[in-house]
C-alpha cells in the first residue's frame, strides 16, 4: 500500500507540473465550456461498492474534473482577487495531509502549535506590524484562520465579549449591541455579526470620491447610538476594499474607536499582503490602535487556500469568549497555563496542520520572493491600467495595488461589455459596483500572468468592446 501511495504520488505531482506548465502557456481556457449539471452527468449516483485503484481515480479527475474547472492559477484569471498557489505551497499541503494531525490543544500536537505560533510572528515582523501582536514578547498573537470570513467573525465575538464585560457568554447580545463597518465593506461583515447575533451590520457611508470610511460619519453614528442606549461593540475597517481596493483611514478611524471603548478590526485580506515591501507599509498607519487584523495569506502570498492569518494585541478577550473546558479535554499543559490551545481562537474545534503551509512558503520564496512577486504584480496591474487610459471608449475609475478597475462610456456598454466577457474562455473579470456605476474589475495575482498576458487580456477586451 504504501508503495502504491509513493508511485501515485509521483503520478500526480507529475499531473500538476504538467498543469502549470499548460497554464503558463495559455493553452487551457480559464472559465469551463459546460453549463450546469455537466460534472453531475459525468459521474455515477452512488459511490462504489468495492475499491477502485487510485491510478484510475486520478485519471477520472484530469477527464471530468479538471476541464469543469475554473482555473484560478490560469494567466488569465483576473476576477475577485487572487488566489495564487506555488509548488512549496502544494508540498506542505500533501505533507501535512499526511502526517494527519490534528492540533486543536497543544497537546495534541505540541510542534503544530509552535509552530504556528512562530511562523505568524515571522509573518507579523515582516509586515511590519505592532509588536503587540506577537506571541512574544507580546499579550497578543497571531493564529491561522480558514479564511477573512472566519476571521472577522471570532473578532466580533471577542469585542462582544469585552463589550459586555464577559456578559455576552451567558445571555447573547439582548438587541442591545452594535457592530459598524464601511459600506464598502466586504459581505462577510454582514455575515458574521448575523451569525454573531447583532442583526444587520451598520453601514457607515465612505467618501464619495475614495470609498474609504469617514471617520467623522462613523463617530457621529457612534455617539447617536449610545445616545439612545444602543452598545458599539466593533468597528470593521477595511485596507483593500472588494469593488475598488479602497482604503480606509485607520490613523484616524483608530482613535474615534479607542476613545469610545470601541474594538476595532481590520480587514485586509487582499491589500495586507503589499506591506511586505516597505514603500506600501503606509498601510500600517494606526495600526497600533487596532484591536484586531487578518490578512489572507491564500490571495497575495503564493499560499493556497485555505490560509488567513488572525492577530489580536490582547489574546484574552479571544480566549475568554471562546474558550470551552470539558473534562475530555482537560491536561497538563492547559492546566499549567505555559501553552496556547488555538480551539480557543477558533470556531472548529478540530484543526489541521495549515502552519506549515505558511512556513514552507516564507521559506521557500523568502521574505525578497514574496515581495518581488507582488512587485511584479503591482507593475504589471500599472501597465494594464495605461492600457485602459490611452484607449478611446473606456475609463479608468481606478487602480490600487494589483487591481484596476474600468467602465466603458456608458452604462449600457459597460453591462453588455460584462455579458460578452462573460463567455469569453480566455480570460475572467468579475464586475461591480463602484462610485454608484457599474464596473469591471480586472486583479492581477496569478502566479504565471506576464506582460504579454495582459496585453492579450486587454485586446481581447477591446475586440469584445467593439463589436
Ligand atoms: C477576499 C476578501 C474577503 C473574504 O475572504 P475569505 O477568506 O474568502 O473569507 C473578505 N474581505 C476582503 C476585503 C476580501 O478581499
Known amino acids: 500500500m504504501s508503495e502504491d501511495f509513493a508511485a501515485v504520488a509521483a503520478t500526480a505531482a507529475e499531473r500538476l507540473a504538467a498543469h502549470w506548465r499548460d497554464l503558463a502557456t495559455g493553452e487551457l481556457p480559464v472559465v469551463p465550456p459546460g453549463g450546469p449539471g455537466t460534472t453531475k452527468k459525468a459521474l455515477p449516483t452512488t459511490a462504489p461498492e468495492h475499491g477502485e485503484d487510485l491510478t484510475e481515480?486520478?485519471?477520472?479527475?484530469?477527464?471530468?474534473?479538471?476541464?469543469?474547472?475554473?482555473?484560478?492559477?490560469?494567466?488569465?484569471?483576473?476576477g475577485y482577487y487572487p488566489t495564487s498557489n506555488s509548488p512549496a505551497s502544494v508540498l506542505a499541503e500533501l505533507v501535512a495531509a499526511g502526517l494527519g494531525v490534528q492540533g486543536m490543544l497543544w497537546s495534541t500536537s505540541p510542534a503544530a502549535t509552535e509552530l504556528e505560533q512562530v511562523v505568524c510572528d515571522w509573518l507579523a515582523r515582516a509586515l511590519d506590524l505592532p509588536e503587540t501582536f506577537l506571541h512574544s514578547p507580546g499579550r497578543g498573537g497571531g493564529v491561522i484562520q480558514d479564511g477573512a470570513s472566519s476571521a472577522v467573525l471570532v473578532a466580533l465575538a471577542a469585542a462582544l465579549h469585552r463589550a459586555s464585560h464577559g456578559r455576552w457568554r451567558t445571555h447573547g447580545t439582548e438587541g442591545r449591541y452594535r457592530?459598524?463597518?464601511g459600506d464598502q465593506a466586504n459581505s462577510c461583515v454582514a455575515k458574521a455579526a448575523r451569525i454573531a447575533g447583532v442583526g444587520d451590520v451598520?453601514?457607515?457611508?465612505?467618501?464619495?470620491?475614495?470609498?474609504?470610511?469617514?471617520?467623522?460619519?462613523?463617530?457621529?453614528?457612534?455617539?447617536?447610538?449610545?445616545?439612545?442606549?444602543?452598545?458599539?461593540?466593533?468597528?470593521?475597517?477595511?485596507?483593500?476594499?472588494?469593488?475598488?481596493?479602497a482604503i480606509d483611514p485607520i490613523a484616524e478611524i483608530g482613535p474615534v474607536c479607542r476613545e469610545r471603548g470601541v474594538w476595532l478590526h481590520v480587514d485586509a485580506a487582499y491589500a495586507g499582503s503589499a506591506a511586505l515591501c516597505p514603500e506600501h507599509r503606509y498601510l500600517n498607519r494606526g495600526l497600533e490602535h487596532v484591536a484586531s487584523y487578518a490578512v489572507n495569506a491564500h490571495k497575495w502570498m503564493r499560499t493556497g487556500t485555505p490560509c488567513d492569518v488572525l492577530w489580536v494585541a490582547d489574546r484574552q478577550a479571544?480566549?475568554?469568549?471562546?474558550?470551552?473546558?470539558?473534562?475530555?479535554?482537560?491536561?497538563?499543559?492547559?492546566?499549567?497555563g505555559r501553552v496556547v490551545d488555538f480551539k480557543d481562537?477558533?470556531?472548529?474545534?478540530?484543526?489541521?496542520?495549515r502552519a506549515l503551509k505558511l512556513w514552507y512558503v516564507?521559506?521557500?520564496?523568502?521574505?525578497?520572493?514574496?515581495?518581488?512577486?507582488?512587485?511584479?504584480?503591482?507593475?504589471?496591474?500599472?501597465?494594464?491600467?495605461?492600457?485602459?487610459?490611452?484607449?478611446?471608449?473606456?475609463?479608468?475609475?481606478?487602480?490600487?495595488?494589483?487591481?484596476?478597475?474600468?467602465?466603458c462610456d456608458s452604462d449600457q456598454r459597460t453591462l453588455e461589455l460584462t455579458t460578452r466577457l462573460a463567455a469569453e474562455?480566455?480570460?475572467l473579470c468579475t464586475p461591480a459596483t463602484a462610485y454608484g456605476r457599474p464596473v469591471l474589475r480586472a486583479a492581477v495575482g496569478a502566479p504565471y500572468t506576464s506582460k504579454d498576458t495582459i496585453t492579450r487580456a486587454w485586446s481581447t477586451i477591446r475586440a469584445h468592446a467593439r463589436t
Do not use: K
Not at 345 to 353: A, E, F, I, S, V
Open 425 to 427: 474562455p480566455s480570460l
Open 362 to 407: 516564507l521559506r521557500a520564496h523568502g521574505l525578497h520572493g514574496l515581495r518581488e512577486a507582488i512587485r511584479h504584480d503591482i507593475a504589471l496591474a500599472e501597465h494594464l491600467a495605461r492600457l485602459v487610459d490611452d484607449e478611446s471608449g473606456f475609463h479608468l475609475v481606478t487602480h490600487a495595488l494589483g487591481l484596476v478597475v474600468f467602465r
Open 179 to 181: 457592530v459598524y463597518a
Open 202 to 245: 451598520v453601514h457607515v457611508p465612505t467618501a464619495p470620491h475614495t470609498h474609504a470610511l469617514d471617520p467623522a460619519a462613523l463617530a457621529d453614528r457612534l455617539d447617536a447610538d449610545r445616545a439612545v442606549g444602543l452598545v458599539p461593540a466593533a468597528v470593521v475597517a477595511t485596507l483593500g476594499t472588494t469593488a475598488t481596493c
Open 57 to 78: 481515480i486520478l485519471n477520472d479527475t484530469w477527464h471530468t474534473i479538471v476541464p469543469q474547472l475554473v482555473h484560478w492559477q490560469h494567466p488569465g484569471f483576473l
Open 345 to 353: 481562537w477558533q470556531t472548529q474545534l478540530g484543526r489541521p496542520m
Open 318 to 336: 479571544l480566549t475568554e469568549a471562546m474558550s470551552t473546558a470539558p473534562a475530555y479535554l482537560r491536561n497538563a499543559a492547559t492546566d499549567s
